[in-house]
């Protein structure tokens, strides 16, 4: 039913490795490195042309904690200029448009924020498994678009906290909608979890202390709220990697069963400097004191991981 691309997302430090496990049960060890390996173009079909985001909440959300998600994903293609020479979130995501320039099937992408569905009332119930997330996912508009699938911090989802915070994948779309891509009737979808009750310390680092390895004080989160600035991070990830590998034969290195990619590539790293352990040197609200690097629309900060670039073969952070 579904044709699963999972992306590690799972943020746990083993010692001085940050621990990342794959849904399809492959487990990687990787250090913080300056340079990763190059990651490798499969001539696959990249997400291009006008792109909507459709957001599909699964349980309760407050609507303040819906517009963390959706000022995020309108600030993706921002078309302000950042204020005072400030990181943006739209400069951020300029560094996946270098895979698009390296491609040879050149092409660009545009992304805008679509529909936002709610299902408060579970649906499925509250214990959820991988063919129940397609399903939900399926309920968003399928042609040109990724379906963003955000399930509420009392849902359990199979492999959650265990083995990742989110994922990313494509499914069979209907005859009549499907991303532009000639050979493939698929959408794309995308799921996370709020982690604030499950595991933190898994799934909302640098926000709370780690499980394991390195144990220091944990970040204060910019829009104050653990469980969704958390999401974001791992939301932000899964666009990168969705957009680059979207069907399972585009950017990305290692097995495809189990991929390294755009940001997945670069566990752990959010400001120069980083270590186990250690987010890297952030921007610091002086009202709030809450760690940031990003800026975004509607006057919101962001935390977001570094992307590789391919340009320079090193993982690229906005501080």
């Not at 340079?35 to 349980?59: A, D, E, F, M, R």
């Not at 495809?256 to 952030?282: D, F, H, M, Q, R």
Request: aromatic share 10%; charged share 15%; glycine share 10%.
């Amino acid at each position: 039913m579904a044709s699963y691309l999972t992306h590690c997302v799972l943020k746990i430090f083993l010692m001085i490795a940050l621990f990342q496990i794959c849904s399809a049960g492959r487990k990687l060890s990787e250090l913080v490195q300056d340079q990763p390996q190059l990651l490798t173009y499969h001539n696959g079909p990249l997400l291009s042309g006008k792109i909507t985001v459709n957001l599909i909440w699964y349980g309760k959300f407050k609507p303040s904690e819906r517009a963390i998600v959706s000022d995020f994903v309108a600030s993706l293609s921002s078309p302000a200029p950042p204020q005072n020479n400030q990181p943006s979130v739209a400069q951020w995501w300029k560094t996946t448009e270098k895979y698009y320039h390296l491609s040879s099937k050149k092409s660009s992408l545009s992304l805008s924020l679509g529909k936002q569905i709610l299902d408060e009332n579970y649906s499925f119930g509250k214990s959820l498994k991988n063919k129940q997330i397609v399903e939900l996912a399926s309920k968003g508009d399928q042609k040109n678009a990724i379906n963003v699938v955000l399930t509420a911090s009392d849902v359990a989802v199979e492999g959650f906290c265990m083995s990742r915070c989110g994922t990313h994948g494509s499914a069979l779309g209907s005859t009549s909608g499907h991303i532009k891509a000639k050979k493939y009737s698929k959408f794309a979808y995308i799921w996370v979890g709020n982690s604030q009750t499950q595991c933190p310390g898994q799934c909302a680092w640098p926000f709370h202390q780690p499980i394991y390895g390195p144990q220091s004080a944990p970040l204060i989160a910019p829009n104050n709220n653990v469980g969704l600035d958390g999401m974001v991070i791992n939301l932000a990830s899964l666009f990168a990697g969705t957009v680059t590998n979207p069907f399972g034969n585009g950017y990305f290195q290692g097995p495809a069963e189990a991929p390294l990619e755009a940001s997945s590539a670069c566990p752990g790293i959010y400001g120069k400097g980083a270590y186990p352990g250690y987010a890297g040197n952030l921007l610091v609200d002086a009202t709030t004191g809450a760690s940031y690097n990003a800026h975004g629309d509607n006057g919101r900060k962001y935390l977001l991981p570094a992307l590789y670039d391919p340009s320079t073969s090193s993982c690229s952070t906005l501080s």
